[in-house]
Every structure is written in C-alpha cells, then in structure tokens.
C-alpha cells in the first residue's frame, strides 16, 4: 500500500482558497482580528459555540480528548483554514479544542453574524459544505487506515505527510516544523506514547530519522515510504 495523496491532518484547499475575492472580503470584514500567543487555547472542547475563526497566519492543533485523558490529535489547521464552523452551523457543543502551535493570527466572527453570511452569500455556503464534506472524507480514510494498517505504517506515512506538508530542507534531511510532541503524534495514529517512542527509536537506530531538541529530520524518506508499504 502506498501513501495516499490526500492529506492526513492538513486541508488540501483552506476554505479562503476555495472564495472569490468578493466572497473573501465580505467574510473577513464580519470579525474582528485576535492574535494568539503560543500553546494559546483558541477554543475549549464541550463549550457552547459562540463564533468561528478564520486564521491568518500561524497553525493551531485540533485535539480532541476523551474521559480516560487520552488526546487524538485530529487536524492541524493554518492559513486559510476555517474553525468552529461544524458547531456554529449546527448549534451544538464544540467537539474539540483548537490551540496554537506557534504564533497565529486570526478572524473571529460572531455566530450569527456568520450564519447569515451563509445565507446571503449562497456559493460561500456551498464552499463550506464541500470543505466539511472533503473534512468528512478525510476522517474516514484515517479511520480506514487505523484498522487496515499497523501502528509502524501508519505512523511512518504520517512523518511522511507531514515532511510534505510541514517539512524545510536542510542539511541533515527534511526537518518538521509542526513541533509535534511523542504524545501527539501518538495521538494521530492512535497509538500509545510509548509505542510511538518505541518505533521512532527504531526509525532513529536505522538513520532514517534524526531527532533532538530542534525538532524530526527525516533521513531516509525512501525507506520510510517502504515501511509505510508494508514492507
């Protein structure tokens, strides 16, 4: 099995992308703009949903935590991308918690100032629910992959994805940007932590990867391409 082209944890199109100028315009001029200090909480899983946000700049994590303490990590969202706007549209809860990874800039957009954007604006509407529905689609494969897949595929296509996505050339290899921890990683593939530090020890053993305080280098992403294989 090959890695799938479709991003794991990123959007392929942000929803500002996926606007016309106009569109665009009209929905940021709604908020106001808010600026986010590192490992900041933008929004609390089990709140009531009060706005959505648009982010500018910077990325945020989305993690979604169970009774038991676990955390899966479920997205990772920067520039262009929309948050808050299933719970908005639907009135419920939030469903998880969005918190920054580094600095990020933001549009805050009050409920239901945004509802009757949708309404006004009929082709943003249909932009956002073909987001939710590539979200969706997203969502499933992830949960296809879980059981199709053993922990050292997935988390090996994961790196992979994120090399892609998150990932700056440099001497050693490619070296991620997310600053993703074990525990979050492991949150990804839904793995233990220490499974996740068991198998990145292995990756490490063989110089397919490098890790220290800066951060993952992947070495060797042909090898990390067969194991993700399968092989």
């Given amino acids: 099995m090959t890695p799938s082209r ?15 100028h106009q569109e665009r315009v009209a929905l940021l001029e709604l908020g106001r703009p ?18 959505v946000m648009v982010i500018l700049s910077g990325w945020t994590k989305v993690i979604h935590s169970a009774a038991n303490g676990y955390e899966a990590l479920l997205a990772l969202r920067g520039p262009g991308d929309i948050v808050g706007e299933a719970s908005a ?26 509802l009757d ?7 943003t509407a249909l ?5 939710i529905g590539d ?29 892609r996505t998150h990932g700056v050339q440099d001497a050693e290899g ?18 233990s932590r220490e499974a996740v530090a068991r198998l990145l020890k292995e990756l490490r ?13 992947i070495v060797r992403p042909d090898l990390l391409r067969r194991i993700g294989g399968g092989e």
């Fill in 135 to 163: 979200r969706t689609q997203a969502s499933d494969r992830r949960r296809v992959e879980q059981g199709a897949l053993g922990v050292r595929e997935r988390l090996s296509l994961l790196i992979l994805e994120l090399s």
């Fill in 89 to 114: 549209v639907s009135g419920r809860s939030r469903s998880a918690t969005v918190a920054a990874l580094g600095k990020v800039e933001a549009v805050t957009i009050e409920r239901g100032r945004f």
């Fill in 205 to 217: 053993d063989r110089d397919i990867v490098r890790t220290s305080r800066r951060g993952l280098v």
């Fill in 174 to 191: 490619v070296r991620l940007t997310t600053g993703l921890s074990q525990h979050e990683l492991a949150g990804a593939v839904g793995a």
């Fill in 6 to 20: 479709a991003s794991r944890l990123d959007d392929q199109v942000p929803f500002l992308a996926r606007l016309e």
């Fill in 117 to 123: 954007h949708l309404v006004e604006f009929p082709a």
């Fill in 127 to 131: 932009q956002l629910l073909s987001l």
């Fill in 34 to 51: 808010m600026k986010y200090s590192p490992r900041s909480v933008l929004v609390h899983q089990d709140e009531p949903s009060t706005h």
